[in-house]
Every structure is written in C-alpha cells, then in structure tokens.
C-alpha cells in the first residue's frame, strides 16, 4: 500500500531553498548530514553539472554531502562553493587529513530569459540555501529556490512559454520511503502522466489558450530559430533503501523514464536534464521495484512543479519583457 508522506519523514536528508525575488533565480540545496551513496544519469544534451564523475561507479565511493539544484545556467555552479563553505563551518565532508572537503553535486538549469540575465546564484545564495537546509528543513514548492526562474514551452521563444518550478513528492511502501524534487524547465509540453492532459507549455500566439508542439516541432525552419535555447529538468531521487552506487545510477536511470511519460520533447540537445539518486538509509529494497517506484514518484513531483507555480499572465509577461 503507497502512503503518501512528507520529505522531512525521510531521515538524513534536509532541504533548503535561497533566491533572488527581483532577478528571478535561486538555488535548492539537499544536504546529507550523515552522507549519502548517490548515481545520477544525465540523459540531456546540454548538461550544466559539478562533480558528476565523484559518484560514478567507477570512482571512489565516497560519500555525497550535497546535491544542489540551481538557476543560472553554468554561472550558477558558483552556487556549490557557498555550499562547500557552510558544510565545512558544520563539520560536515571528507577528511583528507589536513581539510575537510565536502562532496558537493550540482546541476543548473537555464533561467537567463526570464527575469535578469544578469544576475545568477553565487556563493553567498548557495551558503544561504545550506544554511537554510539545515537549520529550517522548509520546502516549499512553485517559485522557490532552483525553480524560481524555471519556464516551460519555449521551443519558439518565451512569449508563448508558461511558469514552472520546483515540485517535491514523496512515498513509503512496506517500510521503503522515496521522494523526488524536481525543477521544471524544459523546452517542451508538460503532461500529466495518468490522464495525458496538457497542464503546461507552448500557448498560442495570442496566449488563449494551448498549443500543439508537434505543429511547431515539425515545421522546422520556426522550431530551429529556438530551439538551441537551453533547457533542463533536474530532479534528485532520495530513497532509504540500501543500494550501491552502480544500483543508484541504475535507479536514477530508471526514475528518468518519468520525463517521457510528462514532458514532451524531452532529452533533445537543448536539454541539459539529468536525475540524481541518494540513498540515505539501509532498508532492504529490490532495485526493480524500487525504480519503477521512482519514476511514478518523479511524475508526481514534475507535476506539482508546474501546478504549484502558476502566477498571473500580466506578472509572467512582465518577467519576460524585452527577452
């Protein structure tokens, strides 16, 4: 039996979110005060990420103390050294024996046509999200934190995108507990992933109503104008089942085919999306059901990324003036 639960029920792992109101940007931090395991796949194009090759299985295993999920394209990977900054105030990284140095992930999406492009996470917004993580434990959905500048539906431009942001759900079953975040930013159409119904993207030219991407996608002179624009959906699986790391970039893999199922297109070469997995306890858990446990977990957290970050057309409008 699925129960749905709360983030905070899941021990080990605590979020904060820190962002620029004015600017439209911001940062969302998972940190791991005890350490995590961690995989991730990275099935975009256009990934903008700090530090994957730590967790690959072929590295060394050392534990993850944080994964950040920021806005500011590659500027916002400035965002880890605040980070880094905070957890070593903690205590918290591995000990090389002259330093502490905490293993810090990170992957950005693009938010720079929303807002100011001017002005992207740094290192004291990242040291803010940390401290914010650990010392709140808040998440709060929509227009906060890495998914405050996050759009969907610009495949021919952001005056027929939609708001998207951040979403976080989470489960238990039989004693397994999984949550997903994830920032919603892609270039393309947003689904629900039982009914199929369009709950974000592309709009008519007149902003009435929605658009068919496929019309747009396959009339490829338009589709090509905007379609280098960068994208990404991000998202981190969190999960206390006990896994290695090669069955934590399996299960990242597996919770990816959550993004076919809702978004669509997804994983073009406009698109840098990626998943993480984090395991943060040693419950016995079969791999199998676990990632496909995850991506319906997944589903649901893009789900709430768009529909918890709908804002008034005349404010998205204005956010996007002379983009």
């Not at 500011?72 to 591995?94: H, N, P, T």
């Not at 709140?136 to 890495?146: I, K, R, T, Y």
Request: glycine residues 12%.
């Amino acid at each position: 039996m699925i129960k749905e639960i709360q983030l905070q029920d899941i021990q080990g792992v605590n979020i904060g979110h820190a962002e620029d109101r004015e600017a439209k940007t911001g940062v969302t931090v998972l940190v791991f005060p005890q350490g995590a395991s961690a995989g991730v796949d990275i099935s975009g194009g256009g990934p903008a990420s700090r530090e994957t090759p730590v967790i690959s299985p072929l590295t060394n295993d050392v534990p993850v103390n944080a994964i950040v999920l920021s806005g500011g394209s590659a500027f916002g990977l400035a965002a880890s050294d605040g980070v880094m900054a905070c957890l070593e105030q903690r205590g918290m990284g591995y000990n090389t024996g002259f330093a502490l140095v905490p293993i810090v992930c990170q992957s950005c999406i693009y938010d720079l046509g929303y807002g100011s492009s001017k002005i992207r996470p740094d290192k004291e917004m990242g040291y803010k999200a940390c401290a914010h993580a650990l010392d709140c434990n808040q998440h709060p959905e929509g227009n906060f934190g890495g998914g405050t500048g996050a759009t969907i539906g610009k495949i021919v431009g952001m005056n027929r995108a939609t708001k998207a942001g951040v979403g976080i759900y989470a489960v238990e079953v039989a004693g397994l507990q999984m949550a997903a975040v994830a920032v919603v930013n892609a270039l393309g159409d947003v689904f629900h992933h039982s009914t199929g119904e369009k709950i974000g993207g592309i709009t008519t030219q007149a902003r009435s109503g929605w658009a068919r991407i496929q019309d747009i996608l396959y009339a490829i002179p338009e589709a090509q104008n905007n379609s280098t624009r960068s994208n990404t959906t991000i998202a981190t699986i969190i999960t206390n089942g006990k896994f290695s790391k090669a069955q934590l970039t399996k299960l990242a893999a597996m919770a990816t085919n959550a993004y076919p199922r809702c978004i669509n297109p997804v994983g073009t070469l406009a698109d840098g999306d990626a998943v993480y997995a984090a395991s943060v306890g040693n419950h016995p858990a079969d791999l199998n059901m676990a990632g496909t446990l995850a991506a319906q977990v997944l589903a649901e957290a893009i789900h709430r990324g768009v529909t918890t970050a709908r804002i008034p057309e005349e404010e998205f409008l204005a956010n996007i003036a002379g983009k």
